[in-house]
């Protein structure tokens, strides 16, 4: 058992996210548990998202990655440009910040490295020092792109071979496929940063994954038929999971803030589940038809509803809806999602169905309806909607938009019929099993103290890179 208060080994990881928000959360969590265990947890980010990471007990430290005023938007989104620059520039200050730390008390034992960074484990080996790709997508995403890594599945995948069948995984039709590989030539940056994830993974000392064990267990064995892959998620704040880290109630100090009064106070006159929360996340942007269909198909639905909604994609929304639906709706550019999924009144949660977002619908028991837009979106929606049974994904039309009517539908389904009682009650059991795969003794626990325990011996011993 890996000791809480004792720091006598001088265990330093050092934890490297890519600097995109949906990867530095279950990062800097991730540092935040290793922290709570007795080891020394820094992270290593850019300059641009160091000011951005503030949370107790584990230390921020900035590398470069070539763009340092405002990072990727430097780049006027060439990611081929950034993802070279970062391996120039962060290979090379990486480099210096282990070497920084070297004669010190606690030089650095091991990095976990977002796997979008496969060189970092390539400077961890330079430098005698353990390396851990850390994932931040589903078991599922992963065995399908290890796969392809490996030649196992060729592309483009034609809709005569589908569905396409994966060990471990339900039969793929093409609206569960990511659409990296639906659509290959629509995104090969993407696609080729998927990719190189694999590129040395079998050097790697171990490879993380952050989901947990109950609902990924035959995608898994699946998985380890190619990779060693360990299960340590999920990766949420501790204060709506197991509650060991104290005061762990968002991601990271700056990044949380408290929901606004506005929202506070309109939440609180609501019945106890009446509320729709609806939020595609920070990245995603809806075409002005599927905006119209969502926006008409809340207000024609006659439900609560509060929407998150960047301030960009406002002119979207059908003129003066703001207006039209006050009686019923709050729309709002930012609120803190965990907070908001924990309250009393929400009762559905409309997604995109990032892999972030469905821990956290999973973690706080919360039904969904599943509106993916691209890339992982898709398989994470066919899981949410057929395998973990806790909500429902709407049928897209020849344009692949999802229509007003099928929009309500799916709405009524999760909020009021028959079928309702069953998916809460889907939800609320993975909500207990996402507790105890985190809490003390869970499987999700017991790999981070082996990991620990490894690092510790190893040290002890003399001998950080071989295990």
């Known amino acids: 058992m890996v000791q809480l208060q004792h720091r006598q080994n001088n265990v330093h990881v050092l934890v490297l996210p890519y600097p995109a928000q949906g990867h530095i959360n279950p990062l800097v969590q991730f540092a935040k548990r290793l922290a709570s265990k007795g080891v020394k947890a820094t992270i290593a980010t850019t300059h641009y998202t160091t000011k951005s990471i503030t949370t107790p007990n584990v230390h921020v430290e900035p590398i470069s990655d070539g763009f340092d005023q405002s990072g990727f938007a430097q780049t006027n989104n060439n990611v081929e440009l950034f993802l070279a620059s970062f391996r120039t520039n962060g290979s090379r200050t990486l480099s210096q910040l282990i070497q920084n730390h070297k004669n010190t008390t606690t030089p650095v034992t091991c990095i976990v490295y977002d796997s979008f960074f496969p060189w970092a484990l390539d400077v961890a080996k330079q430098h005698g020092v353990s390396g851990a790709a850390f994932f931040t997508n589903s078991a599922a995403v992963c065995n399908i792109f290890c796969r392809i890594h490996h030649g196992l599945i060729e592309l483009p995948v034609q809709l005569q071979d589908l569905p396409l069948l994966v060990p471990g995984l339900p039969p793929l039709n093409s609206r569960d496929l990511p659409s990296f590989i639906r659509f290959p030539q629509s995104y090969p940056a993407y696609m080729a940063m998927k990719l190189t994830q694999f590129s040395n ?191 429902v994904r709407p049928k897209e039309d020849e344009d692949g938009v999802v229509s007003k009517q099928e929009f309500v539908n799916s709405l009524k389904v999760v909020m009021e019929d028959e079928r309702s009682q069953e998916i809460r009650k889907n939800a609320n059991k993975w909500k207990k099993l996402a507790r105890e795969a985190v809490g003390e003794g869970g499987s999700s626990d017991k790999v981070i103290n082996d990991f620990l325990s490894s690092l510790m011996n190893a040290h002890n011993n003399g001998n950080l890179s071989s295990y």
């Open 201 to 391: 993974l079998n050097q790697a000392d171990w490879m993380f994954v952050n989901t947990f064990e109950a609902i990924e267990s035959q995608v898994v064995r699946g998985l380890t038929e190619l990779c060693p892959a360990k299960l340590i998620g999920p990766m949420v704040p501790s204060a709506y999971l197991d509650g060991r880290i104290k005061g762990d109630k968002g991601y990271g100090a700056s990044l949380w803030k408290p929901l606004s009064e506005e929202c506070i106070n309109w939440l609180e006159s609501k019945a106890t589940k009446s509320v729709v929360y609806v939020s595609f996340g920070s990245m995603v942007s809806l075409t002005t038809e599927q905006m119209e269909q969502v926006a008409c198909g809340l207000e024609e639905s006659g439900l609560n509803f509060l929407w998150v909604l960047r301030e960009s994609e406002h002119s979207k929304l059908p003129t003066g809806y703001i207006d039209l639906v006050k009686d019923k709706g709050l729309i709002v550019t930012w609120c803190n999602q965990l907070e908001l999924l924990a309250h009393k009144a929400i009762g559905c949660f409309v997604t995109h169905c990032g892999w972030n977002s469905t821990l956290e619908s999973l973690s706080l028991g919360v039904p969904v309806v599943c509106l993916p837009q691209w890339a992982d979106q898709l398989p994470d929606a066919k899981f949410l909607e057929e395998i973990w049974e806790v909500g």
